[in-house]
């Protein structure tokens, strides 16, 4: 499995921003997903995570409300919607995936996943 995440850059302030991670290799159906970041000087932290299906979702905190965590089956791709953002999203964004053939799970620890995307840069000014 190859997970590949791309969409950084830079963005003012109150904009937005999708990312983007492509997954290759088993039935994308069977993976939980996630998103984490690592903020400058900081270590990675959760951010959000979908079920293998995509019926459940959950939401860090300090996102909730503002980002928006979705799965395309059919292309293999979850995104990651970021609204109103603020200097303090600055962070090196990755994708990860475990495997559950489930479907019904999702995971919000950095050491449940298995496989890691090389993160794309989302830098937020003010």
């Known amino acids: 499995v190859q997970l590949q995440a791309f969409g950084g850059g830079l963005v003012q302030l109150g904009g937005s921003l999708r990312l983007a991670c492509t997954v290759s290799g088993r039935t994308f159906s069977t993976y939980a997903l996630g998103w984490f970041r690592r903020p400058p000087g900081k270590e990675r932290e959760f951010v959000s995570a979908?079920?293998?299906?995509?019926?459940?979702?959950f939401y860090a905190d300090s996102v909730k409300d503002r980002f928006t965590i979705a799965r395309d089956n059919a292309k293999s791709t979850v995104y990651l919607e970021m609204n109103k953002l603020k200097p303090e999203d600055t962070a090196v964004y990755y994708c990860a995936a475990l495997w559950d053939r489930s479907g019904s799970d999702l995971y919000t620890e950095r050491s449940e996943y298995q496989v890691w995307g090389q993160g794309t840069l989302v830098t937020v000014s003010s």
């Open positions: 979908i079920s293998g299906s995509g019926g459940k979702t």
